[in-house]
């Protein structure tokens, strides 16, 4: 099985504080870990390669600072891990975001498997991982609480829903996501993070993989962040009770009538 | 590193700051090291940690194995033998991380350090590759065997005994030991007897040998969740392939083991002091009264500041140690048959580093835990809070590894001996000082961050030899009898080398990141020397007073003034603003 993992350097939200003042994140001095649901992915893999063989590698897009999470994934028991950074991919939206990757992952070439993680926890879209596979015309599962089975060929896999879940059977390749509840990621163990430290981990740019610089980065991103912002605290609600629908009604226009709005 | 700094070198040379190793040089993996065992016990260890501390079957001994799985018990294990290799510092973070566990970081630190590091260093490559792998994956757990009801601090009186067998196969082993970590649940015991009452040997004793039994739990003030037991030899029959290095040589197994328990007992402390710091420094922000924080009372701050301040101190001095040891450590080469020894020989060349890494970082946690402990008023002496646990803990690491009175006795000794081997030049440096101190002093002028400091300590280590040349002279032989005198030139030791550590330290981030990014290292150094200075001067007042009298009692009085003239600064301001310093990272900080 060859499964590529492709995971993301956030901030520990955990740590953020918010600027009580302009109501946004304070990033400064907050450690960045591998994005939670990302690991789950890793670990989704390292199972997969331990009971069927073959080779995980892990690739990220991201500053130079990145590398840090990829060593960590490594020290999980990863194979091999790829950096994708260039100062062309700096802005990138979720769509410009998902063609890189995706390019990285057609110059890896062999792939079974993609995984990634339901989410990244800083900006919550859940956008990348089925772009990827919407690049690379791949079927794709998301929110993946089990795998249930894997074969040469395909996966049998339960997928969350609303009260319940899917059971979904996919042919290979295929892009998974992840939720946190399939797995506990495995601890780094002391072996692995040395040898994560000894390893060259290679860093590709645009060129390297191929990506037309129109639609990496800033360039290639149709969506663009105007402002983040807190939104402003909502009132609490008021619930209304009475004997019956028809009580109620004669409360509810009372209310309106006093704030004067009938 | 060129040339290796000889051990006690400090008390008579000056080393520039880089040349000594601070925490920020840790690497990346170093860092990712710590990040790693930091994980480990807040998501493995700290929600099992009541049923730690009521040493519920199993969890300590499963947490063992969980930790054994991920490489964490085997940092000093080569990977021959199931380590995982690694260099001495990470050793030393994983030891510094692991106390913010409590409990389990005893029964960590006795397991991998005195229990596994006799057969590690002084085993034989049988003996080695029977044990060193089950103890390194947690499959066993080991237990260090030293101390007897009769035989504390006076190890060597040990009662025990080993007879040979008619038939040449085993010692037969008699005698109790006492108070031994893990001895509940231990799987290999590392003990001492004496062979035919008389020749001093470590044993290997596999806790399912017939004769071996286990007493029953002290019932303990703090560290609860470890096990302490006696451990009971009714003819135990030992097979004599399980003598430790040889016999008659116990001694040099015990005593150089002990050398590392030491120090890594110091570096343990910080993990320990760091966590209390941390909930002090977010307690005093949440908790309101008078309308406002307590946090923001001076009092509180001068409190969180002082904290700080020793366990930046402590946090230097060890890991400056820890620099050499690794340094040292590197010269060797590891594959060789008289690997152990030559290790152990390098932890015995910073005997005195490791002694004063083991009073001071007991003592700092000490009084950190209780500082804590007050900050949080009331709800500090609830079990509600940890801070009521780690005062609890901390308290044990003043007694054992040697209890801080024992240790303050081996450094004088031992630089004395080193004085007369001639490995440290300090009666030559105290007569070159005889003859400066009749010329007029000329401090130099410096506008050099820190000068002042850096010239105060110098002077400080000149008082020091001023006071153990006149307590040599005076006494000659008889001085091992003025324990007085003997602890407290312990004590200016230790604040020489905690001093200097510091200061280096703030140098070198300093010179390698700027006045910015050292100002609060800076401002830890300032306030320490500052408040140094008085106390040690009265240190050094009082031990005159008890060797001269008359005309050269005030000689040397004047002797005194003149290097220990200092113009003290305004502390409290200085310490206002380290404690900002915390409050903003919510926990203890060197570099912002
Ligand atoms: C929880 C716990 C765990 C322990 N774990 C282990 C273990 O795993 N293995 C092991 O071998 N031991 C262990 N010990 C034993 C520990 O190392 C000893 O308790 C310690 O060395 C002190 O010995 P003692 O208790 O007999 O005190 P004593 O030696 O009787 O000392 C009593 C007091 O006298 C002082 N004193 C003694 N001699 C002198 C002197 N020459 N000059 C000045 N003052 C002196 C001491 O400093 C102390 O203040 C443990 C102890 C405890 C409490």
Known sequence: ?262 | MSELIKGSAFLTSKVSPDQVFTPEDFSDMHRMVADTVASFIKEKVMPVSDAVEKMEEGVTVGLLRQAGELGMLGADIPEKYGGAEMDKISSFIITEQMTRGGSFAVAFGAHTGIGTLPILYFGTEEQKQKYLPGLASGEKVAAYALTEPEAGSDALNAKTKAVLSEDGRYYILNGTKQFITNAAWADVIVTYAKVDGEHFTAFIVDRNTPGVSIGLEEHKMGIKGSSTCSVILEDAKVPVENVLWKVGKGHQVAFNILNIGRYKLGVGCIGASKLAIELAAKYAQERQQFNMPIAKFGMIKNKIAEMAIRNYVNESLCYRTGGLIQDLVHTIDLDAEDAGQKVTEGFQEYAVECSVAKIVGSEVLDFIADEAVQIHGGYGYSQEYMVERIYRDSRINRLFEGTNEINRLIIPATLMRKAQKGEIPLIQAAMKLQEELLMPMFPEESDEPLAREEQAIENLKKVFLVVAGTAAQKLGEKMIREQEILGRMADMVCEIFGAESALLRARKILNNKGEAAAALAIKMTTCYVNDLVPRFDAWAKEVIAALEEGDTKRTMFTVLKKLTRFEPVNGYALKREIADAVYKANKYVVVV
């Open chain 1, 1 to 262: 099985m060859e499964i590529i993992v492709c995971i993301k350097q956030v901030p520990d939200t955990t740590e953020v504080k918010i600027d009580p003042v302009k109501g946004t994140l304070i990033r400064e001095g907050v450690p960045s870990i591998v994005n939670p649901f990302d690991k789950n992915a890793v670990e989704a893999a390292l199972q997969i390669k331990a009971a069927k063989g073959g080779k995980v590698t892990v690739i990220s897009m991201g500053p130079p600072q990145a590398m840090d999470a990829l060593r960590e994934c490594v020290a999980m028991g990863a194979d091999e891990a790829v950096l994708l950074s260039d100062r062309a991919f700096a802005g990138a939206d979720t769509w410009a975001t998902s063609y890189t990757l995706a390019k990285a992952i057609e110059k890896i070439g062999k792939y079974d498997i993609i995984f990634c993680g339901k989410q990244a926890i800083d900006g919550d879209t859940a956008q990348v991982g089925p772009g990827i596979a919407e690049h690379l015309g791949l079927p794709q599962v998301t929110y993946v609480q089990k795998i249930r089975e894997v074969t040469d060929t395909g996966m049998i896999v339960e997928r969350a829903i609303e009260g319940g879940y899917e059971v979904i059977s996919v042919p290979l390749p295929a892009m998974i996501a992840v939720e946190k509840s399939i797995n506990e990621p495995r601890f780094p163990t002391m072996m692995g993070t040395m040898k994560a430290h000894k390893k060259q981990i290679p860093i590709w740019g645009a060129a390297d993989i191929n990506a037309s610089e129109d639609l990496v980065g800033m360039n290639g991103s149709p969506t663009q962040v105007k402002r983040v912002f807190a939104p402003e605290r909502r009132g609490g609600g008021e619930i209304l009770q009475a004997e019956d629908e028809a009580g109620v009604c004669v409360l509810l226009v009372e209310k309106l009538r006093e704030a004067k709005i009938v």
